[in-house]
T-cell receptor, first 112, second 112 residues
């Protein structure tokens, strides 16, 4: 994919297992967080978001957990499928800024 | 499909030239954002427009400029192109000037 040159953290999981992708954010003022999935050659795709007044939010096969104490965000994907192979980015929106700041991403590879 | 469209999909040009990238936001979205994604820098915010007005500026070079038109489509102009400008350029849109961004498929620019 386009981010190969970044030497991204990688995560390999067996098909059918659960995946957990982690993200540390730096700005304690951030009040909104989003996970994006980017497949090779495509634009980032919105997966799930969470506001700082929540610590957990569930979607279809995905769950986002927010720990504001340690400024940590995680994305859990249940029953990982080959189509889940992609780079996953977390993004944060500090309260005073209007634009999202993206992390460097994690390359998820699903093994058959 | 996010509903955000970008043209062209690919662009090959020479150093010193000028190009224009075009973006149409999702129906109803007033905010347009431009991001650059290169191999060694990840997703970098360039500029944001909201309902025709510039809202925020990121690491956008002086050689680059953008605008948002009354019909809400946006154009990113890149001039005096250098080899290092080769990258993927993404447009994203959102309903307000905060919140989830929805990305287009990107324009891959190659400067030779």
């Amino acid at each position: 994919g386009e981010s190969v040159g970044l030497h991204l953290p990688t995560l390999s999981v067996q098909e059918g297992d659960n995946s957990i992708i982690n993200c540390a954010y730096s700005n304690s003022a951030s009040d909104y967080f989003i996970w994006y999935k980017q497949e090779s050659g495509k634009g980032p795709q919105f997966i799930i978001d969470i506001r700082s007044n929540m610590d957990k939010r569930q979607g279809q096969r995905v769950t986002v957990l927010l720990n504001k104490t340690v400024k940590h965000l995680s994305l859990q994907i249940a029953a990982t499928q080959p189509g889940d192979s992609a780079v996953y980015f977390c993004a944060e929106n500090p309260g005073s800024a209007r634009q999202l700041t993206f992390g460097s991403g994690t390359q998820l590879t699903v093994l058959p | 499909d996010s509903g955000v469209t970008q043209t062209p999909k690919h662009l090959i040009t020479a150093t010193g030239q000028r190009v224009t990238l075009r973006c149409s936001p999702r129906s109803g979205d007033l905010s347009v954002y431009w991001y650059q994604q290169s191999l060694d820098q990840g997703l970098q915010f360039l500029i944001q427009y909201y309902n025709g007005e510039e809202r925020a500026k990121g690491n956008i070079l002086e050689r680059f400029s953008a605008q948002q038109f009354p019909d809400l489509h946006s154009e990113l102009n890149l001039s005096s192109l250098e080899l290092g400008d080769s990258a993927l350029y993404f447009c994203a849109s959102s309903v307000s000037d905060r919140g989830a961004l929805y990305f287009g498929p990107g324009t891959r620019l190659l400067v030779l």
